[in-house]
């Protein structure tokens, strides 16, 4: 549960750090724009469950956002690539 925790509290720093908006998508067409803490509190725990087992995509305004969440993505090998 720890190791749950800490990528949770990395991604939400990753987020809040962010300089622009970061929308993550399913293949089905669900939409979760990362931008306000009720997406924080509803969303971040749910986009990192569903990025183990089903391929998600974001989009961000800024270059570095989307470099940053791509090496989070990776090091924790989820299914969330760029769109």
Known sequence: MTDQMNMLRE?????????????FNTAEGDRLVAD????????FATILSAA?????????????????????FQKHHL?????
């Open 79 to 83: 299914l969330c690539q760029p769109a």
């Open 36 to 43: 306000s803490m009720l997406s924080a509190l509803v969303g």
């Open 11 to 23: 991604f939400t720093d990753l987020i809040n750090e962010s300089r622009g908006k970061i929308v």
């Open 52 to 72: 183990k087992t089903i391929p998600l995509t974001f989009s961000c305004d800024n270059k570095e956002d989307q470099l940053n969440l791509q090496a989070f």
